[in-house]
């Protein structure tokens, strides 16, 4: 099936320190994801991205969808304790009969020191 | 609203048991999935329904059941247990196809 390359693994950063993942694939998809899981929790959708080449902000979150369909990165700035967490970019499989099924990628594990 | 609900939280069942996990969800959302996500993981789809009585199988459906009898519950059945199933388990719904997916808090499930 397909796989999504994230990196990196984990990252240990002090705070107000920017931070930056990425997330790259062999296949091209249509759609690129990033969730957030705290702690015991499910995961949450942080952006959204539909369009090559769209950058999309949200608060101190940005994120972009690369030109060639097959990459994305996120971008924390000025980090806070509560951005600690592991952040998962997903894609969606569209086409012909998939009905929103996501693939994930492994997680990048972020730890914030005060 | 509760959004979408869970339970168990946590289990451990000996290998060849059964046990069904519960989801819930309070948005009269159309779609809902099963997802497990093993140790240092991403989630991987299990099964999802895009409404009563729809159901298909995801991308490890092997050991699972499942049913869509309201559009609010979409439980997941383990027959025989095995160790390989020994995971967290989350259950997501969402309005439509191109929506977002709304996650449980999830079962954490440990076959011994």
């Known amino acids: 099936g397909q796989q999504l390359n994230q990196s990196p693994q984990s990252m240990f950063i002090q705070e107000g320190e920017d931070v930056s993942m990425n997330c790259t694939s062999s296949s091209i998809f249509n759609t690129w994801l990033w969730y957030k899981q705290d702690p015991g929790e499910g995961p949450v959708l942080l952006i959204a991205?539909?369009?090559?080449?769209e950058l999309t902000s949200n608060g101190r979150l940005t994120a972009q969808f690369g030109i060639t369909r097959k990459d994305s990165f996120l971008n924390i700035s000025a980090s806070i304790p509560s951005d600690v967490g592991i952040y998962f970019c997903a894609v969606d499989n569209a086409g012909g009969t998939s009905y929103g099924k996501l693939t994930f990628g492994q997680g990048t594990i972020l730890t914030v020191h005060p | 609203n509760a959004g979408v609900t869970q339970t168990p939280k946590f289990r451990i069942l000996k290998i060849g048991q059964s046990m069904t996990l519960q989801c819930a969800q309070d948005?009269?959302?159309?779609?809902m999935y099963w997802y497990r996500q093993d140790p240092g993981m991403g989630l991987k789809l299990i099964y999802y329904?895009?409404?009563?009585?729809?159901?298909d199988k995801g991308e490890v459906p092997n050991g699972y059941n499942v049913s869509r009898s309201t559009t609010e519950d979409f439980p997941l059945r383990l027959e025989l247990a095995a160790p390989s199933q020994t995971s967290v388990y989350f259950c997501?719904?969402?309005?439509?196809?191109?929506?977002?997916?709304?996650f449980g808090p999830g079962t954490r499930l440990t076959v011994l």
């Open positions: 997501a719904s969402s309005y439509g196809r191109w929506d977002e997916q709304f």
């Open positions: 948005m009269n959302h159309n779609y």
């Open positions: 329904s895009v409404g009563a009585g729809i159901t």
């Open positions: 991205l539909y369009k090559a080449g």
